[in-house]
């Protein structure tokens, strides 16, 4: 519901045993979801975050983007830890990310200068726009052996600082094309397969909706369609396959990275949020900009998935603070306006303040039993959200859930 890291990976993670299937619709090792059972910790970049139940079968739909290198390393890592990796699939019509794509990334952000995204250097942006202008490469075509005429032609003339040359990247193709060639499917005929047989998939979404490249804060947004509808296309299903949509949003905002964030506060209480909440990024480490819960941006993003419920998490993060606030409006020279005004350099916001709490809500297991103050804060971001909450979560380990 915000610009990712809401916490995605935990709720996937603590919904999926319901599941037979966990879907990755789109985005690449972008991401980074986080899972916490037990004493055991582990960052997902690309593989769906039902990997730690035991039976859940785990499809990388074909609107993702996938390094060769990058997958082969998450499964090495999934497998030392007992993984069976015969439950994860790949869609044939799922891109490569190439090794040259990242020199690509970087290049890109170089001659951005000042005006610099902030991307994760992971080569997205440069493979979707491959896909796009239909130079890309796509795992069916490494499966049938049809790529290498498209690969030369797309690399003549690449030159660069880190740039690999065409044997370079043939090589590496070769190198780690045996071990992923047993996952990659007919992604259509899986995921409809699965559906016609009345088994239950749960679609994970990546990034957040303000990094949407069409509805977030463009420019400054990841290259793909992050929001609900991203996973119709990502899977190839149609909209009525989708049964419920649900919006994870934490309980205030961080984004990482460059752009628009007009509840951010850079001052103490910032460095106490990204402190209180470990907001370092998980795959970059960088630290995360922090800020107050947006119900403006709360209210768009809620809009634009379509939402049926919602999750809150972190919300233990903010025991402590002696009062919180909620940005609850936007106004532009004394006028009322809504979240397209974001990046609008005249911008005031209208803040809502909420007495805070000291209790530590760790080991709170049920909504109706938070701390009244907080049981308020929550009651007022399930107003912006429009939908009910139907968990909170109060500490990273899987079983730090409040529920109804
Ligand atoms: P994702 O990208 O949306 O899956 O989120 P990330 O995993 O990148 O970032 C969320 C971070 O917050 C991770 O380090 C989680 O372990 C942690 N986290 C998730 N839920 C909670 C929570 O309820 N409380 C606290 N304190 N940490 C949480
Ligand atoms: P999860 O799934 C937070 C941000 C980057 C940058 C912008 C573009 O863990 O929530 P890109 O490398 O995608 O071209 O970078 O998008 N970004 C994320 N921020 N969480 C993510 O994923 C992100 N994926 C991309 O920081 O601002
Ligand atoms: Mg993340």
Redesign the pocket.
């Known amino acids: 519901m915000q ?4 916490g ?2 935990r709720v996937v993670d603590s919904l999926a045993g319901e599941y037979d299937i966990v879907a990755r619709f789109g ?2 090792d ?5 899972l916490v059972v037990g004493d055991r910790k582990l960052a997902l970049r690309i593989v769906p975050s039902g990997v730690l139940q035991p039976r859940t079968e785990l499809f990388i739909g074909g609107g993702t983007v996938v390094s060769l290198e990058g997958v082969v390393a998450e499964f090495d890592k999934l497998a030392e830890i007992g993984v069976d990796l015969s439950r994860i699939r790949i869609s044939d019509r799922a891109h490569v990310v190439l090794p040259f794509h990242p020199a690509l ?1 970087r290049a890109n952000e170089a001659e951005r200068g000042a005006r610099a ?9 440069p493979a979707y726009t491959d896909k796009t202008v239909r130079s890309g490469i796509t795992f069916g075509d490494l499966l049938r052996g049809a790529y290498e005429e498209r690969l030369r032609a797309r690399m003549r003339g690449l030159a660069g600082e880190g740039m690999p040359d065409l044997d370079a990247v043939l090589a590496s193709i070769a190198h780690y094309l045996p071990r992923i060639a047993g996952h990659i499917v007919d992604g259509v005929g899986y995921i409809h397969g699965a559906l016609e047989n009345g088994r239950r998939v749960l679609i994970e ?4 909706t303000l ?1 949407d490249v069409g509805y977030g804060t463009y420019p ?5 369609h ?1 929001i609900a509808g991203g996973a119709c296309i990502g899977l190839g299903i149609g909209p009525t396959a989708i049964g419920a949509v649900v919006g994870v949003a934490k309980a205030y905002c ?6 628009p964030f007009p509840s951010e506060l850079e001052d103490a209480t910032g460095v106490r949020l990204r402190a209180r909440g470990a907001e370092f ?4 480490g ?1 630290p ?1 900009r922090c800020g107050w819960f947006d119900a403006v941006a709360a209210r768009y993003a809620s809009r634009l998935n379509g939402l049926t419920s919602a999750v809150v998490t972190k919300l233990d993060v903010l025991s402590g603070f002696e009062r919180l606030a909620i940005v609850t409006g936007y106004r532009v020279d004394g006028a009322s306006v809504g979240f397209e005004s974001a990046a609008d350099p005249r911008l005031e916001l209208e803040l809502e303040w909420f007495e805070g709490w000291p209790d530590d809500l760790t080991g709170c297991r049920r909504i109706a039993g938070l701390p009244a103050p907080a049981a308020r804060y929550v009651t007022a971001l399930e107003a912006s959200l429009g939908v009910p909450v139907q968990s909170v979560s109060v500490g990273p380990e899987r079983s730090a859930l409040a529920t109804r």
């Open positions: 610009w990712g890291d809401e995605k990976g985005g690449g972008n991401a980074g979801h986080t990334d995204l902030g991307t994760t250097g992971r080569g997205i942006g979404g990546a990034q957040g990094l400054f947004v990841t290259s793909s992050t961080t984004r990482v990275g460059a752009g990024g998980t795959v970059t960088r995360r």
